[in-house]
């Protein structure tokens, strides 16, 4: 992994330094592809990470929030097992495995063996989490928030 990361730091720091010599690229942007190619990159093997597995174990936090994991999860194929997050309870609890703080280890181990020894149940809870997160990809919200200036446009 670490070969990959510093090859990638050399390949991006070549196409943006080609770009700063023959295309009068000014620094601020030379520096901002390096920083968004190589997060960019973070990201992407962050995904596949989380995609390789069947369960990750998270949690909604002390605020009780629905934090952008709770939509990528889902996103990468891969079920959630953690606790409801306070808002859009329903849904979520169509495709979370619910384990919280007030479970025993056996409790919560016993719960993640059942859903891995049932691979139906398993892949039910991964489509419907597939399908919900749906709505949230950046398009939908760049669709919503156009929908919304419109709307406040057509007020003004």
Known sequence: AQEKLVSRKLLVFLTATSLFIWSGL????????????IGGQAAIDFAKV??????????????????????EIPMCGTIIAGDIPGEDQEN???FII???MKMSDEEIINKLCYYLDNSEKLHTL??????????YTQEKYAERFIKA?????KKV
Do not use: H, Q, V
């Not at 991964?126 to 709505?135: H, M, N, Q, V």
């Open 92 to 94: 979520f609890k169509k």
């Open 26 to 37: 000014d620094p601020d942007t030379w520096g901002m592809i390096a920083m968004c190619y």
């Open 149 to 153: 200036t419109n709307k406040f446009l």
């Open 50 to 71: 989380i995609n390789s597995s069947k369960i990750c174990i998270t949690d909604s936090g002390a605020p009780n929030s629905r934090f952008g994991k709770y939509i």
């Open 126 to 135: 991964k489509e419907i989490g597939l399908e919900w997160s749906k709505k």
């Open 98 to 100: 619910e384990i919280n």
